[in-house]
Nanobody
Framework: QVQLVESGGDLVQAGGSLRLSCVVS????????FGWYRQTPGKSRELVAY???????TYADSEKGRFTISRDNAKNTVYLQMDKLKSDDTGVYYC??????????????WGPGTQVMVSS
């Protein structure tokens, strides 16, 4: 059974930093691309960062230069380093593996997510 477990969310002041982690089990982690997604009330999940199985990364425009996605294949973990946080970054963050970088269809069930709250 595939499991995605996110952690690292917290309440932080604007301008601060957080590092999110997503531990993945039940699959050959090295064979998959992963994305970090943010969901805010009343909106669907949006992709904020994406990393391929060979660690090529892409970011949503509003996150470029502030967020860094990375992976550790030895630990089956995807990370999201979030710097210069803004109130718009508030939301629940999830990781998952999409069918492709532009797809909104995920390969696995969503995990519990981790809450990020940025106070201004």
């Amino acid at each position: 059974q595939v499991q995605l477990v996110e952690s690292g969310g917290d309440l932080v002041q604007a301008g601060g930093s957080l590092r999110l982690s997503c531990v993945v089990s039940g699959i050959d982690f090295r064979e998959y691309d992963f994305g970090w997604y943010r969901q805010t009330p009343g909106k669907s999940r949006e992709l904020v960062a994406y990393i391929t199985r060979v660690s090529v990364t892409t970011y949503a425009d509003s996150e470029k230069g502030r967020f860094t996605i990375s992976r550790d294949n030895a630990k089956n973990t995807v990370y999201l380093q979030m710097d210069k946080l803004k109130s718009d970054d508030t939301g629940v963050y999830y990781c998952n593996a999409p069918w492709s970088s532009s797809s909104t269809t995920m390969l696995f069930d969503w995990g519990p997510g981790t809450q990020v709250m940025v106070s201004s």
